[in-house]
């Protein structure tokens, strides 16, 4: 019985590793400052966060009318492919 249990977790803790690897950008991705210069070309003033998820650049940034978005991005052009304001960050108000 503990032979079982020590085999399952084994493969749930190289599962779990394989979903860490998932999330890095691919070999033919364009460079994640290639990446940010191009969101900024787009008519965004600042990028806060760009990260390798799902096959696909994941973001945050600010638009001209300083609107925080959400953006995805193809990881081999770096054209915003979807974007939304964030609203995450609508809600939440600052205590002075």
Same mark, same amino acid.
């Given at each position: 019985?503990?032979?079982?249990?020590?085999? @399952?977790?084994?493969?749930?803790?190289? @599962? #779990?590793? #394989?979903?860490?690897?998932?999330?890095?950008?691919?070999?033919?991705?364009?460079?994640?400052?290639?990446?940010?210069?191009?969101?900024?070309?787009? *008519?965004?003033?600042?990028?806060?966060?760009?990260? @390798?998820? =799902?096959?696909?650049?994941? *973001?945050? *940034?600010?638009?001209? =009318?300083?609107?925080?978005?959400?953006?995805? @991005? &193809?990881?081999?052009? *770096? =054209?915003?492919?979807?974007?939304?304001? &964030?609203?995450?960050?609508? #809600?939440?108000?600052?205590? &002075?």
């Amino acid at each position: 019985m503990k032979a079982k249990h020590m085999i @399952a977790g084994l493969l749930l803790s190289v @599962a #779990g590793t #394989g979903f860490a690897w998932a999330d890095q950008p691919g070999s033919d991705w364009m460079p994640k400052k290639e990446v940010e210069a191009k969101i900024i070309e787009s *008519g965004y003033t600042a990028v806060s966060r760009l990260d @390798a998820e =799902n096959g696909e650049w994941v *973001g945050k *940034g600010l638009k001209l =009318n300083s609107e925080k978005y959400r953006f995805r @991005a &193809d990881p081999r052009t *770096g =054209n915003i492919i979807q974007e939304e304001i &964030d609203r995450e960050e609508v #809600g939440r108000k600052t205590i &002075d």
